[in-house]
């Protein structure tokens, strides 16, 4: 009687529920790209209070009661779609929506700031964008390269600063935190960005974050972030490809030519976009053999790259991405004289062979609450062979599992998670031993939007790192010493707060404020090497260095007649403390905490695409100032070297307080206008005199001292560039660089380029 009852309770439960299913109807379908029909993955359908997602491929289903609803699409960067339907009880509607792109840069989508997509008015922090075409246009061959058009930014012999947040310090240590695709890629021991191991062929987008990032990313974001976000597979097939050769022309100054046959750069890429069914698969690959205008250097590398991914259903997609980075190269740190400044001092020649490569599994799954699960991997290996004992290899492993909720009622988002990272490290470098470090981190942001006019941001992070040193022994000035093995522990909670106000419909004003941190690399901390004659030996009780940074701006978009874009004014300030900075001894270089500093400045962007009259026309340009002291100097004749004070005036060149490796003033300027089917461009740059370098270097390197009298009220670059573009499946680029043969450094006593010549030719199938 008793199993009876049960079964007719069972049974009426499952008629009341399909009673209730009854009642309700279902909508499904597909949203799309109205110019290329490509399907817009995670688009919004809300409809009352009902909401959904589309997936992988752009497909929604939703179950409604019956009713009459207002269905609303939207996707960042498009234009809503609103469509009125009545649900019935028992019926399935299909409908499919096309969403033309906003026409409004402000709009475009951004990812770098919160872990998620946001429009780049919203974002509460400075942010540029740099697009593939631009990159292409310009002929860059590297992401360092490209980076130099981003007002704010200057990469010096490899090495990133963002508004003076950097000097330069011989490759060792970076405040400019490298991703690819959210995922960190510098490399190991010395925390470098290999810059040729990136992409070029296969970028979708490179996003740069300025101003202290550690709060998401973690050590090395003291200064900033470069995200390049790479390319994901089309609805059609997408075949692209690239060759290219430069020349370099006869200097102005006759004796710095060396070459009886003019250097040149050749080079070709090839990259593949498909999807076959629910996999996707992107393939790339590049080559590049530059001789060098600078005498014994070259560069010769092949590069091989692949990115599949499984949408193995509407919640759940996993992949493996790898890039393969084989070849040889050879350099000098200085130039041997004045007179020839294409010649490297044979002191300093070296050559090397590279083998490096990365592979990157991830995982992306939504819950049934739509909950975003993400895994993140990386494994990053490094082998550089090199001829003059500083060898090294190394591997880093990352692994990050990031958790990330919407609260639609309360137009909250929440993203958290824990990232565990290691690296091995073996080099000639250090002892010719193997060193190991572990970091262990945990964050959360909120991003909050109030009133539908303003988005506030808050971001902390506890991140722990641990360095096993295994000890070693070397020799200075014929002395033998001794590093004691070690195992060294720190943790440090990090900081961030951002507002986003919208004012008008064009108008966004921000503040934000964020601390940094980053620990010491192996290199900063154990390196002894002889460069040059310089000899540069170990600092085992170097600190980390931490700071603050703080912003204030003002983005207002604009549109004349058919030409839209943005201006961006921003003040700012970053403070440091204990900065890490190579200094001379008196028995050689070491990397020193050299106390506090701080760089103040202003930076204004202005950025514009569409037509002026008839033609289309686009721009990027800034001027950037900035004010970098060291907190404190002394400006004595005679300043105490026992001081942190007279050890910054004794190592720096100037008897002002400014920080090294510097330019005070930067202006960057790039315009492209389009006639039928000719597009001309400009590309100008400005820096002023780089007032501080190190002091030794004027004594030691010939003709040095000589040039930067010769050189002191900075340099101008202009770059012009003619294009054919035949139609979208073919173009040909002509550039002649450096135009009027200006005679400049970024880093002392490394001359750049002169005038030379591009020929580029693109095609899509």
Known sequence: MLHFARCCRLLFCLLLSTAAMAQNGTISGTILDATNDEPLIAATIQAGDFGTVTDYDGKFELELPTGEYEVIVSYLGYNSAIRQIEVRAGEEQFFNVSLAEEATMLQTATVSSSKFEKPLGEVTVSLEILRPDLIESTGKLSIDEALQKVPGVTVIDGQANIRGGSGYSQGAGSRVLLLMDDIPILQADAGFPQW??????????????????????????????????????????????????????????????????????????????????????????????????????????????FNVRNRASDRLTFGLSGNLNVGKSGSYFYWSGLETAYVGDTTTLATRER????????????????????????????????????SNQSDLYYAEYQFQRRFEDLDLVLTSGIVSSGTWVSAELYGDTTFTSQNYAGYMQLDKKFFDRLNASFGFRFESNVLNNPGFSYTLNNIPRTIDPSEERESRPVFRLGLNYQATEGTFLRASWGQGYRYPTIAEKYIFTNAGGFFIQPSPDLGSETGWSAEFGLKQGYRFGAFEGFFDASAFYMKYEDMIEFNWTGSGFQSLNIGGTNISGLELTMAGRGK????????LTGY????????????????????????????????????KYRFRDSFKFDGEIQVGKFKVGVESFYNSNMEAIDALFLIFINGLNEFRQQNTDGFWLHNFRLAYEHNEHFKATFILGNAFNEEYTLRPALLEAPRNVTFRVDYKL
């Open 196 to 305: 040729d191991d990136v992409p070029i062929e296969i970028i979708e987008q490179v996003e740069v974050v300025k101003g202290a990032s550690s709060a998401l990313y973690g050590s090395s974001a003291l200064n900033g972030i470069v995200n390049v976000r790479t390319a994901y597979a089309k609805s059609e097939p997408v075949t692209r490809g690239s060759v290219f050769s430069t020349v370099a022309l006869s200097p102005d100054r006759k004796e710095l030519k060396w070459w009886d046959s003019a250097p040149r750069a050749i080079g070709a890429s090839l990259s593949h976009r498909q999807k076959f069914d629910k996999i996707d698969l992107v393939l790339g690959s590049y080559y590049l053999n530059d001789e060098s205008f600078r005498k014994d250097t070259y560069r010769k590398f092949g590069r091989f790259n």
């Open 355 to 390: 083998f490096r490569y990365n592979l990157d599994p991830t995982l992306t799954y939504y819950d049934n609450k739509n909950n975003r699960h993400r895994f993140l991997g990386r494994f990053y290996s490094v082998n550089n062979d090199n001829d003059r004992n500083q």
């Open 612 to 619: 002026l009259g008839s033609l289309p026309f686009q721009l």
């Open 624 to 659: 950037v100032h900035i004010n970098p002291q060291f907190d404190e100097f002394d400006t004595a004749d005679v300043p105490d070297i026992t001081t942190l004070a007279g050890q910054n005036a004794i190592g720096s060149s100037s008897t002002q307080n400014v920080l």
